[in-house]
């Protein structure tokens, strides 16, 4: 079936070790999202990719970097973790056709845990 | 004040029942989402509407434009729905997604 996959699913990390989480996508979308989501809170977008332009939020700290080699992957890279990054990493992908945003799919997500 | 709310923050029913989450939002949006997250998991997306209703099953969503409201409605509940729904509007300017702040729904059997 076409979805969303994230891997690993669970990522244990130390404190500054890099890390880089993935997401592939067999849903030919053009636009690829990044979330961090922390306990009891809503999903926090960090940065988009639009084909390949990459469009990064304004709070988003310097230490999360991201990278899309092809329509299919994006990895979300974190330089330096700190125990403040553990979180679930949600993968999101949608079609803009024609001016329009349509639907967003999610992938299972990636949890984070910074020892 | 959020921009998306939704209410009740919290639910708990009977296996069986008929469950009702509304979502209303004071932004300007091009459609409203419908999610779904189990605890510790990933989300699921249960519906994206612009207008009108929407049928999935047990599931039905209906969103009214003018008076900036939505609703999730569960028929014949059953523990397995307990989840945390989240309503998320898609910003008309920005095309990102703003999202409620979830309501946690508790079905015992």
């Known amino acids: 079936d076409a979805m969303v996959i994230q891997n690993p699913r669970y990522q244990v990390t130390q404190f500054g070790k890099p890390v880089t989480l993935s997401c592939s996508q067999t849903l030919n979308h053009n636009v690829m999202y990044w979330y961090q989501q922390k306990s009891s809170q809503a999903p926090k977008l960090l940065f988009h990719?639009?084909?390949?332009?990459?469009?990064n939020e304004a709070d988003t700290p310097d230490n999360f970097q991201s990278r899309r080699p092809n329509t299919s992957f994006c990895f979300l890279d974190i330089r330096s973790p700190g125990l403040g990054d553990a979180a679930m990493y949600l993968c999101?992908?949608?079609?803009?056709?024609?001016?329009?945003?349509?639907?967003?799919?999610f992938g299972p997500g990636t949890r984070l845990t910074v020892l | 004040k959020n921009e998306v709310e939704q209410s009740p923050q919290n639910l708990t029913a009977q296996e069986g029942e008929f469950i009702t989450i509304n979502c209303s939002y004071s932004?300007?949006?091009?459609?409203l989402h419908w999610l779904q997250q189990h605890p510790g998991g990933g989300i699921v997306s249960l519906f994206m509407?612009?207008?009108g209703k929407k049928k999935h099953g047990r599931l039905i969503a209906t969103i009214n434009i003018q008076e900036k409201h939505s609703s999730l409605h569960i028929t014949a509940s059953h523990p397995r729905d307990s989840a945390v729904y989240i309503c998320a509007g898609l910003g008309g300017a920005t095309n990102k997604l703003i999202f409620g702040t979830g309501t946690l729904l508790a079905v015992q059997p």
């Open positions: 509407l612009s207008s």
């Open positions: 999101a992908t949608s079609r803009h056709d024609r001016g329009r945003h349509n639907e967003q799919f």
């Open positions: 932004v300007g949006i091009s459609a």
């Open positions: 990719y639009y084909d390949k332009d990459f469009n």
